[in-house]
């Protein structure tokens, strides 16, 4: 199968999925290779089988291939990018908080992000507890940094990965906590902001739906009436 999937795809293309499937974590089970080739047979059959209608079988076709591509990638890929890096945000500031308090103890820099990674238990320090089997703190941010989406912890394990003691390493640590902190503090403010035109748009469909009744209402029973 990958042989097939590396004819007819050009290595750019299948390194540049393998990078995004990466970023569901390293217990994701799409395979980047699987994943194109489902997706090809699939717009083929429907292709065969919408060319066949009578005459906009390739208008309809062409059409439906072309949406389907996007939304299989959608659904399989970047719906579950967008959904990890929400719970990434908020286990960051866990871990990250608990690792800055580990930060001021003697142990080094390894066994503290070890010991964080073994408390918290979340979806991100998984990532590090794996990529801490290399025995190596570089290649761990570098493990880390290739499978999650979020940005602003990319940008800081970029940073850690440059610091050369603990104290530097805590300085990184505390500005990134501010970082994740404040945009909890957005994401609140923003869905708080929110409810009011929620709690009015709910209204106004309600309101809606009880004008129809009421005008329906009359002639369903006239009508009703009229029939017995």
């Known amino acids: 199968m990958n042989k097939v999937v590396t004819r007819i795809y050009p290595e750019s293309v299948i390194k540049k999925y393998q990078s995004k499937i990466n970023t569901l974590g390293s217990s994701t089970i799409i395979d980047v290779y699987t994943f194109l ?24 076709s062409t059409i439906t291939v072309i949406f389907i591509h996007f939304l299989y990638e959608d659904i399989l890929i970047t719906s579950k990018i967008m959904n990890r890096e929400e719970r990434l945000d908020k286990d960051a500031l866990e871990f990250f908080n608990l690792l800055s308090l580990g930060l001021k103890s ?37 493990y880390v940094y290739n499978h999650i989406p979020n940005q602003d ?14 104290e530097d390493l805590s ?58």
């Open 171 to 228: 300085k990184v640590v505390t500005n990134l906590n501010q970082v994740l902190s404040a945009k909890k503090d957005t994401k609140e403010q923003n869905f708080l902001n929110k409810l009011p035109l929620k709690a009015l748009t709910s209204t106004i469909i309600y309101l809606a739906l009880v004008l129809l009744l009421l005008l329906l209402a009359p002639k369903f029973l006239y009508s009703s009436s009229s029939f017995c």
């Open 153 to 166: 912890l990319k940008t800081y394990l970029e940073e850690m990965k440059l610091t050369k003691d603990k």
């Open 106 to 142: 003697n142990a080094s820099i390894y066994n503290v992000f070890l010991t964080t990674s073994k408390v918290c238990n979340n979806a991100l320090s998984k990532e590090f507890l794996e990529g801490l089997k290399k025995d190596n703190m570089e290649v761990c941010y570098t």
């Open 37 to 60: 080739l489902s997706r090809l047979l699939l717009e083929i059959i429907l292709f065969i089988l919408l060319v066949l209608i009578p005459k906009y079988g390739l208008i309809i």
